[in-house]
């Protein structure tokens, strides 16, 4: 299979700046209110078949995104002679089985925390002995108004009717099942993605009618890989030395396995902004249960709070600089977006497919201005 040279199809410079004196000349003449009410229509009907067919759309947004960051690794090998399928295959090796060791290390001292859990609520509640007391007064001050105001008006008891759900196990085991078959789903597809090569760009290259239009293809498709790849790979490395960051930073506050937290904050550095907040919250949770002194427990979340910020407003900007920076308040909108529609799978989906987005726009000119509008 003849692989398409980017070099060649990408020879000529890139594309200007969108000229937005049309736009702003377009945008004088009355506005559409039917074009309004149908792309808002076409908005939320995308919405809800994405929340809709969760279990479809997944794993392919997944599987797309992680093939443009191992694509490169496939490339590499292809020069040295090894096939395409073969190199798909060792690529999903190496890198399952670098995930199933780091699992099998960190799963027994999770477990072991998760058990812990009730016991931190407990520790933080007696701490709080104090505020709960008073809630407790103004509870029962509650319950005495409403009996005697019962007694006077004479109204009827109310009867309370408990409605059982689903039992835990079935939770479970329905929550478990529908993982695993996501799993499997994401893991076949992203092998065929990448054994395939660029045989849908090929494909997609012949169909279009005009050179402009090929060339304009294989320049968006080329730019996404690279830009995606590029940025995903600068960041694991970053959230990789800022989970080392708090590794050893627990250790020397003393918390319990300071691997696990800087594991986790690695993790959920992927998240941008609300990532840190669940690993202070967390870190804090797991402070009060190991800890006496509030000084102490409160000191292990700033730590963490510290070194987050440290990351996200001089580590990350020095070494992304401008490289497909984000407007942050569309980065957060939609993290809050992809996570409610896909719950923490689309929050960490979420900065990858705004920037794929971006790009598309950036190519495209009618959408020039909605790709103006996600930069910073």
């Known amino acids: 299979m003849n692989n398409i040279d980017p070099s060649e ?9 969108p000229d937005f004196s049309k736009l702003s000349e377009s945008m004088k003449g009355p506005i559409d209110v039917r074009s309004l ?38 490339r590499l090998l292809t020069k040295i002679w090894v096939p395409e399928a073969l190199g798909a295959a060792l690529v999903l090796f190496a890198v399952g089985g670098i995930s ?24 933080i509640e007696m701490k709080l002995q104090a505020v709960k007391d008073s809630v407790l007064h103004m509870n029962q001050a509650t319950e005495m108004i409403e009996k005697v105001t019962a007694l006077e008006t004479g109204a009827p008891k109310r009867r309370l009717v408990e409605l059982k759900g689903p039992s835990l196990g079935g939770t479970l085991i329905g929550i478990t099942t529908e993982f695993l078959g ?9 092998y065929f993605l990448l054994a395939s090569g660029d045989l849908f760009l090929e494909k997609l290259v012949k169909v279009l009618p005009t050179f402009s239009d090929k060339k304009r293809a294989v320049q968006i ?14 960041v694991t490395c970053i959230n990789a030395c800022l989970g080392t960051a708090i590794g050893f930073s627990m250790y020397f506050l003393g918390m ?14 992927f998240i941008p902004y609300a990532g840190s907040i669940v690993g202070i919250v967390i870190v804090t949770l797991a402070a009060a249960l190991t800890f006496v002194q509030l000084g102490w427990i409160f000191l292990v979340g700033a730590t963490y709070g510290i070194l987050s910020a440290l990351e996200g407003t001089l580590l990350t900007p020095m070494i992304l600089g401008k490289r497909l920076t984000l407007n942050p308040v569309v980065v957060l909108l939609s993290v809050f977006l992809w996570g409610w529609i896909w719950g923490i799978p689309g929050a960490l989906l979420a900065v990858p497919l705004v920037a794929s987005f971006k790009i598309i726009c950036d190519h495209v000119e ?11």
């Open 37 to 74: 009410a149908l792309t808002g229509l076409f908005i939320f009907a995308t919405v809800y078949v994405l929340t809709v067919a969760q279990a479809v759309f997944l794993p392919i947004a997944i599987a797309l995104v992680l093939s443009f960051l191992l694509a490169p690794f496939i």
């Open 100 to 123: 199933a060791f780091a699992i099998s290390q960190l799963a027994e001292p999770a477990v072991d925390w998760f058990a812990k859990a009730p016991d931190a609520f407990d520790a």
């Open 221 to 234: 498709v080329r730019d996404i890989e690279k830009s995606i790849s590029t940025h995903l790979v600068t």
């Open 9 to 17: 199809s990408l020879s000529s410079p890139a594309p200007s700046k």
């Open 256 to 269: 319990p396995n300071p691997i696990l937290w800087g594991v986790m904050g690695g993790i959920l550095n």
């Open 182 to 190: 996501s799993f499997i789903a994401t893991i076949i597809l992203l």
């Open 366 to 376: 009618p959408l020039a201005s909605v790709g103006e509008f996600l930069g910073q």
